[in-house]
């Protein structure tokens, strides 16, 4: 519980100052301002009073319990002070002071001292290095930001003091209601998951919004995340996606997945929102704080212009919501009034000389209608239209009705009034159309996510467990890290997935001698654990045959690969039944540093680098999760069919995807996998090309 943040009895402000332009005097004074109405202990040895509040020399000096002290001092003198909060037995600190961590070695180590302190005294830090918090529910401002927001059911986390501040200057200029802003800077104690946990269980709070630059536990911001996302909106916004860092991967998941696709991956997992820019989580905010949640897809539009309601149709049919389609009795409805020029089917047009009453109608037959889950109303400002009327009309129509509605007033001055309006009363409005429809549907997956975290389920196989953890305990043992093709698919079949079978020639003798008592089309593919792209090498030769030749793609493909990569340990070649039917899928598992283990799948074969056609998730996954692995992959509707391909077994893909969740959670170890092809066919799938690197 963080409760003394936002609900201190008394506060300490160590650093207040006399000296108006200081940090010491504005958060002293924004502290007063905000009609704080518990007690307030200025600290400053230099000085007897501040804003006509008795000035103490030190904290110990405070003749009162403190419950939280603020810290707005030179970074050398803060673990003095944390000191001696700590024997004073305050509860929490909040330390605005920087010159910590983030100047470098000299200041991680007052960081690590400072986490020290806290951790001896039992008392929980926010900062260093931090804007500060407020609470305008319990009129607590205790920040340097210029002013406190109005009240309402936002609450606001940030790593970013100045983006803090410019979200907190956007609320008061739009009047936009928060509960809670919290800076909370390096995080050396309260995090993220902290904060994210507190605020969903605070009754004043609706909506939680972050910005965040990195994660502290990710498996932990799963967790919490999937918890809090279950009972309120999580919209976040993060800085830092492109790909730092990585290590030279072995396999082509581990070159695909970067931090930025598994934080992607884990906010999917846990129903939390993602905004791209400042400018979406702003939009999303305002429709969650404001409306209800979208119940379906289904959009009716209303508007008095025909190019707004167009770009409005594009975005809804782009982005997979729908324009609803209304009752026979809603259009004929709408005939009774609406002039004979108008469209009655959705977008509704009213034309530009509609008029607020015109507008009202409109507005009732399409809400009301049952195949209708939410609406736009658009308005452009034309002679005749009453803008602040119709503002009033749709505010009337809106509280009668259990569905969400977004507004897009179009313009400038003309539209400012009726926006204000709109805005008093909770009426989300948007600069473009495509912006309020961006908005709704970030609200019909919210739900759509949720409803489904609530069914998914982790499947759990029988499966040779023991056989599995024998030979990895080998590989330990021996010092091997990287197995090829042969093991790898003996350790998949193990977990029940279906693999090929194959031969393992180390002369031509071999490859002659195996063509002559097996008559079949057999494919021959180079066997090292120092070449990863055998196409490249020259290590593949398909539709062989005869023993001829057999012998001859031998030593082509020993040849090649010796002079693609002179020193690599070539172990010999694999003949493998050619499999003509079906289509090459590729499932893999890389290892991110912060959220653990990735599974991936995408279009196999030699074109998953190059067309990225891929998905990914955190492990262990459910079945819905599988299904939507599968599902978000453009080339999904190949295997479910297209044109002369017939549909593939796609529960098998299913399958296998649950079954190496299960392999990877039940072996950690397992640093990176790919099973490159997959081969799916009508019934069944079969693992035709395995690797695996281990961790130990």
């Known amino acids: ?182 800076s909370f800077g390096n995080k050396a104690d309260v995090n993220e998951i902290d904060l994210i946990e507190e605020l969903g269980n605070d009754p004043d709070t609706n909506v939680i919004l972050l910005y965040l630059e990195g994660i502290s ?56 929102i993602r905004a791209k820019t400042v400018e979406e989580l702003f939009d999303y905010s305002l429709i969650f704080s404001y409306q209800p949640i979208l119940k379906g897809k289904n959009i009716g539009i209303i508007t008095n212009a025909g190019g707004p309601s167009v770009m409005a149709v594009d975005t809804i049919e782009e982005i997979g919501l729908k324009l609803a389609k209304f009752s026979p009795q809603t259009i004929e409805k709408l005939k009774s009034f609406l002039p004979s020029a108008s469209n009655v089917y959705n977008p509704v047009d009213v034309l530009g000389d509609a008029k607020a009453d015109r507008y009202e109608k409109a507005i009732e037959c399409v809400i009301s209608d049952q195949n209708v889950d939410g609406i736009m109303v658009i308005l452009t400002p034309q002679i005749i239209t009453q803008i602040e009327e119709t503002a009033e009309s749709i505010v009337r129509k809106s509280k009668q009705y259990d569905k969400p509605v977004v507004t897009c007033f179009m313009g400038g001055k003309r539209v400012e009034q009726g926006i204000k309006i709109l805005k008093e009363n909770k009426i989300p409005n948007y600069f473009s159309p495509e912006r309020g429809i961006f908005s709704l549907k970030a609200m019909f997956d919210y ?46 079949s193990f977990y029940g997935i279906n693999v090929i079978n194959s031969f393992l020639a180390k002369s031509q003798q071999d490859c002659e001698e195996f063509l002559k008592e097996n008559q079949g089309v057999y494919v021959m593919k180079l066997v090292s654990p120092d070449i990863i792209h055998k196409t490249e090498a020259g290590g593949i030769k398909l539709n062989i045959k005869e023993p001829k030749e057999g012998k001859k793609a031998f030593t082509e493909i020993i040849d090649s690969a010796k002079k693609y990569k002179p020193n690599a340990n070539i172990i010999g070649v694999q003949i493998q039944p050619m499999i003509k039917e079906g289509i090459e899928v590729i499932i893999g598992v890389s290892k991110d540093v912060q959220f653990g283990h990735l599974i991936m799948f995408g279009l196999g074969g030699i074109y998953v680098e190059l067309l990225k056609d891929v998905s990914f998730r955190i492990i262990p996954i459910t079945d819905i999760d599988a299904d939507y692995m599968i599902n978000e992959i453009k080339t999904s509707k190949i295997l479910k069919g297209f044109r002369n391909i017939p549909e593939m077994d796609i529960n098998s893909i299913k399958d296998t995807l649950l079954r190496i969740s299960q392999l990877v959670s039940d072996f950690p170890e397992i640093e990176e996998m790919d099973i490159n092809p997959l081969i799916v066919k009508e019934k069944g799938c079969i693992a035709v090309d395995v690797r695996l690197r281990f961790e130990f």
């Open 447 to 492: 739900r759509k996510s949720i409803e489904e975290k609530s069914k998914g389920k982790i499947i759990k196989f029988k499966v040779e467990f023991e056989k599995v953890r024998r030979k990895i305990e080998y590989f330990r043992q021996q010092k091997i890290d990287i197995i090829g093709d042969i093991e790898g698919r003996e350790i998949l």
């Open 217 to 272: 536990d990710g498996r932990k911001f799963i967790d919490i995340g999937k918890k809090v996302s279950f009972k309120k909106p999580i919209i976040v916004i993060k800085a830092g996606k492109t790909e730092k860092g990585i290590k030279a991967a072995i396999s082509h998941t581990g070159s695909l997945s970067g931090s930025d696709i598994a934080f992607d991956s884990a906010i999917k997992q846990s129903g939390i």
């Open 1 to 182: 519980m963080l409760e003394f943040f936002f609900k201190p009895k008394s506060i300490c402000l160590v650093g207040a100052s006399t000296n108006p332009e200081k940090l010491g005097f504005k958060i002293l004074k924004n502290i007063i301002d905000g009609k704080y109405n518990g007690r307030i202990f200025p600290v400053n040895p230099n000085a007897d009073t501040i804003l006509n509040l008795k000035c103490y020399k030190n904290v110990s000096e405070i003749p009162d319990f403190v419950d939280l002290a603020l810290i707005v001092i030179p970074s050398d003198y803060v673990c003095d002070i944390a000191e001696e909060c700590g024997k004073k037995g305050v509860k929490g600190l909040i330390v605005i002071s920087a010159g910590f961590k983030e100047t470098g070695q000299e200041g991680q180590k007052k960081e690590e001292k400072l986490k020290e302190i806290i951790k001896k005294y039992n008392m929980r830090l926010i900062g260093p290095n931090c804007l500060g918090i407020i609470d305008t529910k319990n009129r607590l401002n205790a920040s340097f930001a210029s002013d406190m927001p109005p009240e309402g059911k936002i609450s606001f986390i940030t790593q970013s003091g100045a983006l803090g501040t410019a979200i907190l200057d956007w609320a008061i200029k739009e009047n936009i209601g928060f509960s809670k802003f919290i």
